[in-house]
């Protein structure tokens, strides 16, 4: 029988934009649902004894922080460099007075996380204060233990960047993605839960589509799948509803901020 060891957390499911869209007052940025309301995509795992690890560190990182109550964080895995996606790592400083934050990337994400905090790394006065960090490049294909947790960088493509899928035991975190070599899909089988890119209905040049999500779904075979890094384009509820029609049967959703998946070595 397996033992719950983690549980992972949507922080944030949604774009670059994030939901409500700035000046927007379409029906799904305008709506009383919470499940609409999306903050930049990112995702917390936290261990029965408390070890804590976070995917990616947006701009909405500190009210996700709170939000979730996280007060502890061990290490943060990153996806890639674009902003949505690192914008907050200076409120890492709160977690990093005693011990530098272990940050694990490819290498290409380490080094613009470098020049784009380059005040982190450099002699200067604090102030109010800078994050201590400490890169750690990781190989994707090859597993790494985080935190006392095993945890394998996976090659995905957003367009043409090659960026990091995450995979920590029966469970993946794939954001921002619009191509999945068949090596990495190999890497992926036995998973149970799948979080993946589904950026909306129409097609994307650098995310799957709804339909193009279906299709990895399938090449990958969880037992369950969330689509994430949604748009305002569908509500909840109209995601549920198409995914009626495209996916009778099957057990895929859209994640929502909040939303928790346990997860088993």
């Given at each position: 029988?397996?033992?719950?060891?983690?549980?992972?957390?949507?922080?944030?499911?949604?774009?670059?934009?994030?939901?409500?869209?700035?000046?927007?007052?379409c029906?799904?940025?305008?709506?009383?649902?919470?499940?609409?309301?999306r903050?930049?995509?990112?995702?917390?795992?936290r261990?029965?004894?408390?070890?804590?690890?976070?995917?990616?560190?947006?701009?909405?990182?500190?009210?996700?922080?709170?939000?979730?109550?996280?007060?502890r964080?061990?290490?943060?895995?990153?996806?890639?460099?674009?902003?949505?996606?690192?914008?907050g790592?200076?409120?890492?400083?709160?977690?990093?007075?005693?011990?530098?934050?272990?940050?694990?990337a490819?290498?290409?994400?380490?080094?613009?996380?470098?020049?784009?905090?380059?005040?982190?790394?450099?002699e200067?006065?604090?102030?109010?204060?800078?994050?201590?960090?400490?890169?750690?490049?990781?190989?994707?294909?090859?597993?790494?233990?985080?935190?006392?947790?095993?945890v394998?960088?996976?090659?995905?493509f957003?367009?043409?960047?090659?960026?990091?899928?995450?995979?920590?035991?029966?469970?993946?975190?794939?954001?921002?993605?619009?191509?999945?070599?068949?090596?990495?899909?190999s890497?992926?089988?036995?998973?149970?839960?799948?979080?993946?890119?589904?950026?909306?209905?129409?097609?994307?040049?650098?995310?799957f589509?709804?339909?193009?999500?279906?299709?990895?779904?399938?090449?990958?075979?969880?037992?369950?799948?969330?689509?994430?890094?949604?748009?305002?384009?569908?509500?909840?509820t109209?995601?549920?509803?198409?995914?009626?029609?495209?996916?009778?049967?099957?057990?895929?959703?859209?994640?929502?901020?909040?939303?928790?998946?346990?997860?088993?070595?």
């Amino acid at each position: 029988m397996l033992i719950l060891q983690m549980e992972l957390e949507i922080l944030g499911s949604g774009t670059s934009h994030g939901v409500p869209v700035i000046g927007c007052d379409c029906a799904v940025c305008t709506s009383r649902d919470p499940r609409d309301n999306r903050m930049r995509a990112s995702a917390v795992i936290r261990h029965t004894d408390g070890r804590t690890i976070l995917i990616d560190a947006g701009p909405e990182f500190r009210i996700q922080a709170l939000r979730s109550h996280i007060s502890r964080l061990d290490a943060v895995l990153i996806t890639h460099s674009h902003a949505d996606h690192i914008h907050g790592i200076d409120d890492l400083r709160i977690f990093s007075h005693k011990t530098d934050m272990p940050i694990y990337a490819d290498a290409v994400c380490l080094n613009d996380i470098h020049d784009r905090f380059s005040y982190v790394f450099s002699e200067s006065q604090e102030g109010g204060g800078k994050p201590h960090l400490k890169l750690c490049e990781v190989i994707h294909g090859q597993a790494i233990q985080i935190a006392g947790t095993d945890v394998l960088p996976v090659l995905v493509f957003h367009g043409g960047l090659p960026i990091t899928g995450w995979r920590i035991g029966d469970t993946a975190y794939i954001t921002d993605c619009s191509e999945i070599p068949d090596a990495s899909v190999s890497q992926l089988r036995g998973i149970k839960n799948l979080i993946i890119d589904a950026i909306r209905e129409r097609p994307h040049s650098t995310h799957f589509n709804f339909s193009q999500a279906l299709e990895q779904i399938e090449r990958i075979g969880p037992e369950r799948a969330w689509f994430t890094h949604i748009t305002h384009d569908f509500s909840h509820t109209g995601i549920q509803e198409w995914l009626q029609i495209h996916a009778p049967g099957k057990k895929i959703e859209p994640a929502w901020d909040g939303l928790i998946i346990p997860v088993h070595e």
